[in-house]
């Protein structure tokens, strides 16, 4: 036997969590300055939907346009505000309109629908319209997941958002299985206790998966600024070496690679006449010119100034030689465009292959550097074994 004091706990149970979850995300967003758009934002969906509760819960106590159409609004505004976070997490630029949309459209459909009596098409406007936002929330948090390197942030953690878009859809529909009952949460009945256990715990999970999210994303964004370089983007003389480390444990396990080393040519001159600025684009324009010559497993590196280096896992000299030469061609095929006048470009590069003998990465870098300096020595714009 279901005692009304059970399904009234457990909705206090869910403010609650609703309440203390919003204020650990403005937390978040003012003291500790994380994410802090996204983290007003589920403070903002987490405040909508306690302040809904509420409402809810106060029903014959309070005026009773506040205690069902406010109710019913806000909790819709609840699930847009979610949607709308979660586009913030993953895009940063999260998308206002299409949630804003569907809260501004129920909104207009329930004030003008009388609430009086049955209160059955009201609960499915705000149930099935907030399935609907949660379920598009879900779907594209799973497609960034998957596209996104998933290890650290599997495509798993947007369980949650499809698990409440099915609660809402249940309870929507629970309203064409029982025709006669008032959907009202506080009703004493297996069916409001079941979905509220099932909110309570959805309600915790959905903010910890996202919390985790925003974290590991800070996390991912540190990591990523710590080992870039920040004016071409290509990884720091730090990460390259840990890279070279890593390729040169392989070689033991027979995995060989090659390294391509590369010097832009008379970068002092083009500094001295066009200016800084102009020496700045120049190598943000080679590195964009190369990206496309590389696969996903190479890494290119800046090692310092104008010289950089392409690692080559699973390459011989031969590979290597084919690689440094498109490279080579590319860079001298397109000038820098600068003022309005052409700045012809060119580097020149020098190539080497792992050993089994080379004590380290650093021999073979040595190596490489030597083939670089022969490559100058030989008039520029060539590549030397
Ligand atoms: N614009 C710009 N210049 C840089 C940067 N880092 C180093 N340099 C400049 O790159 C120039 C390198 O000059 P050098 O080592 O003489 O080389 P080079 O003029 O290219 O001569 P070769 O390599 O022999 O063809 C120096 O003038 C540095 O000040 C940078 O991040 N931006």
Not at 113 to 128: C, E, H, S, T
Not at 182 to 187: F, H, I, Q
Not at 243 to 264: K, P, S
Not at 297 to 319: N, S
């Amino acid at each position: 036997m279901i005692t009304p004091a059970q399904t009234l706990t457990l909705l206090a149970a869910v403010i609650l969590a609703a309440g203390v979850a919003a204020l650990v995300w403005l937390s978040l967003a003012f003291v500790a300055r994380v994410a802090p758009r996204a983290s007003c934002l589920m403070a903002g969906a987490n405040a909508a939907a306690a302040l809904s509760l509420t409402l809810h819960a106060l029903r014959g106590v309070l005026p009773d346009t506040l205690t069902y159409r406010a109710g019913d609004v806000l909790a819709l505004a609840s699930f847009a505000l979610l949607a709308v976070a979660v586009s913030a997490i993953l895009d940063r630029h999260p998308t206002w309109k299409p949630a804003t949309a569907a809260v501004l459209a129920a909104a207009g459909v329930l004030a003008l629908m009388p609430y009086d009596g049955d209160l059955r098409w009201q609960a499915r406007i705000v149930n099935f319209g907030g399935a609907a936002l949660t379920l598009a929330a879900a779907l594209s948090t799973w497609r960034r997941l998957r596209a996104a390197d998933g290890r650290r942030t599997p495509a798993g953690l947007s369980l949650p958002l499809f698990l409440i878009a099915a609660l809402m859809t249940v309870r929507g529909l629970e309203t064409f299985l029982n025709p006669g009952r008032t959907p009202d949460m506080r009703l004493p009945t297996e069916f409001n206790l079941a979905f509220l256990w099932a909110a309570l715990v959805l309600t915790l999970l959905q903010n910890a998966t996202l919390a985790f999210l925003v974290l590991m994303r800070l996390i991912l964004r540190i990591e990523r600024l710590l080992e870039r370089d920040p004016l071409t983007d290509t990884l720091n003389r730090r990460a390259f070496d840990q890279a070279l480390d890593h390729a040169h444990a392989w070689l033991r396990r027979g995995r060989g690679y090659a390294l391509v080393m590369i010097d832009m040519d008379r970068f002092k001159q083009l500094n001295d006449t066009l200016g800084h600025a102009a020496g700045d684009a120049a190598l943000r324009q080679m590195v964009r010119e190369l990206q496309p010559c590389l696969r996903e497993v190479d890494r290119f590196g800046r090692l310092g100034g104008e010289e950089f280096c392409v690692l080559l896992p699973d390459t011989d000299i031969a590979g290597a030689a084919l690689v440094a030469e498109r490279m080579r061609a590319l860079v001298h095929a397109t000038p820098l465009r600068w003022l309005e006048q052409d700045w012809p470009l060119s580097a020149s590069f020098g190539i080497a292959e792992a050993q089994r003998d080379d004590a380290d990465g650093a021999a073979l870098l040595a190596r490489a550097d030597q083939a670089l300096y022969r490559a100058k020595h030989q008039g520029r714009n060539v590549v030397q074994a």
